[in-house]
């Protein structure tokens, strides 16, 4: 933004407040452009936003957005900014396709087919608790385990506690399982049969609908195996595989009938969601902006984040009933333009004084009237 040549306008925290809010805001409202929420075309033009800031305004300020702290970052074509430009070759060259990102990832039997990966570990009500981004392997070595290198490191903070953790087959296994125990951490999940010193159950065709086969170890690790339509396979370091529950089927003819099913499959089937229940409510209004700056999108993800964030803290505070049953659309389309958008606005026009003025006079010239 400082380069010769160019318009730069000093910006202020108020400012990129109210550029973060009038975000919140497209993702309430959607149109094709960000630029659509500024045109003429009466069916588009949003007032609520535009009063707020204009259309060149917000593009320079998204073009020149940055998160860097370049006091920190090694000068221009330094040693280290070569070494590290020389590491990301070789990454490229070694471990990923021509084209794709450093960090974006492929997943075939997926929605989406590529994207970048972000591990999540949630409460049960949704609320995010800690993430991290996927980055390849650490170090020089070939990264073995990653599940449960992913798993440690979210469960390091609830060694101690008794908390129970649930993870699908990708990060579980019995190393796993053992680690977990010593750290007094409660685990339970779905596991592939074929993994390390797991042993061997009962054959699918020995097993009726309903039947379970289990082991115990040393240890005191379980795993199960459970025949439904298919088998399930449940590895635990808490539950006892002897205790039965029943469950509720529904039957070709259309009859509903109760089958045993072990209380670890239960357990595992009533909290495996919470990550899931966090994406609906993201998916709701989430930004969701395409970008020629990988980045972009990763920033609006996080941002989309606090969000859901701020609507399950929301709800736990409040003491009336209709507010704890409101839900995400209610908080998005109500609390957000009028508690965070309007007050943060209002706060910002008067801390620019006659300055607020000047960035719209500068600034909305010309592409006010124009159509994306």
Not at 161 to 180: E, G, P, T
Not at 195 to 210: H, I
Not at 322 to 330: F, L, P
């Given at each position: 933004?400082?380069?010769?040549?160019?318009?730069?306008?000093?910006?202020?925290?108020?400012?990129?407040?109210?550029?973060?809010?009038?975000?919140?805001?497209?993702?309430?409202?959607?149109?094709?452009?960000?630029?659509?929420?500024?045109?003429?075309?009466?069916?588009?033009?949003?007032?609520?936003?535009?009063?707020?800031?204009?259309?060149?305004?917000?593009?320079?300020?998204?073009?020149?957005?940055?998160?860097?702290?370049?006091?920190?970052?090694?000068?221009?074509?330094?040693?280290?900014?070569?070494?590290?430009?020389?590491?990301?070759?070789?990454?490229?060259?070694?471990?990923?396709?021509?084209?794709?990102?450093?960090?974006?990832?492929?997943?075939?039997?997926?929605?989406?087919?590529?994207?970048?990966?972000?591990?999540?570990?949630?409460?049960?009500?949704?609320?995010?608790?800690?993430?991290?981004?996927?980055?390849?392997?650490?170090?020089?070595?070939?990264?073995?385990?990653?599940?449960?290198?992913?798993?440690?490191?979210?469960?390091?903070?609830?060694?101690?506690?008794?908390?129970?953790?649930?993870?699908?087959?990708?990060?579980?296994?019995y190393q796993l399982q053992i680690?977990?125990?010593?750290?007094?951490?409660?685990?339970?999940?779905?596991?592939?049969?074929?993994?390390?010193?797991?042993?061997?159950?009962?054959?699918?065709?020995?097993?009726?609908?309903?039947?379970?086969?289990?082991?115990?170890?040393d240890t005191n690790v379980s795993?199960?195996?459970?025949?439904?339509?298919?088998?399930?396979?449940?590895?635990?370091?808490?539950?006892?595989?002897?205790?039965?529950?029943?469950?509720?089927?529904?039957?070709?003819?259309?009859?509903?009938?109760?089958?045993?099913?072990?209380?670890?499959?239960?357990?595992?089937?009533?909290?495996?969601?919470?990550?899931?229940?966090?994406?609906?409510?993201?998916?709701?209004?989430?930004?969701?902006?395409?970008?020629?700056?990988?980045?972009?999108?990763?920033?609006?993800?996080?941002?989309?984040?606090?969000?859901?964030?701020?609507?399950?803290?929301?709800?736990?505070?409040?003491?009336?009933?209709?507010?704890?049953?409101?839900?995400?659309?209610?908080?998005?389309?109500?609390?957000?333009?009028?508690?965070?958008?309007?007050?943060?606005?209002?706060?910002?026009?008067?801390?620019?004084?006659?300055?607020?003025?000047?960035?719209r006079s500068a600034f909305s010239?010309?592409?006010?009237?124009?159509?994306?």
């Amino acid at each position: 933004a400082t380069q010769s040549g160019k318009a730069f306008s000093p910006t202020m925290p108020e400012e990129i407040d109210v550029f973060v809010a009038v975000n919140l805001v497209m993702g309430i409202k959607k149109l094709p452009s960000y630029r659509d929420y500024w045109c003429s075309a009466p069916d588009l033009h949003v007032t609520y936003i535009s009063m707020f800031m204009p259309l060149k305004r917000f593009s320079w300020l998204l073009h020149y957005l940055h998160l860097n702290d370049n006091n920190v970052m090694p000068a221009r074509n330094s040693p280290a900014q070569l070494q590290a430009f020389r590491e990301d070759c070789n990454r490229r060259e070694h471990g990923k396709v021509q084209g794709q990102e450093l960090f974006e990832t492929v997943h075939a039997k997926k929605p989406i087919k590529r994207g970048y990966k972000i591990w999540m570990i949630c409460a049960q009500s949704g609320y995010c608790l800690d993430f991290e981004l996927y980055t390849g392997k650490q170090g020089s070595e070939v990264g073995k385990d990653l599940g449960g290198r992913v798993v440690r490191q979210f469960c390091s903070s609830l060694r101690g506690k008794n908390h129970k953790v649930y993870f699908d087959k990708f990060f579980n296994s019995y190393q796993l399982q053992i680690d977990l125990r010593d750290g007094q951490i409660l685990a339970c999940g779905t596991v592939n049969s074929n993994r390390k010193l797991l042993p061997k159950l009962k054959e699918d065709k020995d097993l009726q609908r309903g039947q379970h086969d289990y082991r115990i170890s040393d240890t005191n690790v379980s795993i199960l195996k459970w025949r439904d339509k298919r088998s399930v396979f449940i590895l635990s370091n808490y539950h006892d595989p002897k205790n039965v529950g029943k469950v509720t089927r529904r039957e070709r003819n259309g009859e509903t009938v109760e089958i045993s099913c072990p209380e670890a499959v239960i357990n595992y089937n009533s909290h495996m969601n919470f990550v899931d229940k966090f994406d609906q409510l993201k998916s709701c209004y989430d930004i969701d902006r395409k970008s020629h700056k990988w980045w972009h999108r990763i920033f609006s993800h996080f941002l989309d984040c606090s969000v859901v964030n701020s609507f399950l803290v929301y709800k736990e505070l409040q003491s009336t009933t209709r507010a704890r049953n409101s839900d995400i659309e209610e908080f998005s389309s109500f609390c957000l333009p009028r508690s965070l958008s309007s007050s943060v606005c209002q706060s910002a026009q008067a801390s620019f004084g006659g300055q607020s003025t000047q960035f719209r006079s500068a600034f909305s010239r010309s592409g006010r009237n124009k159509t994306a």
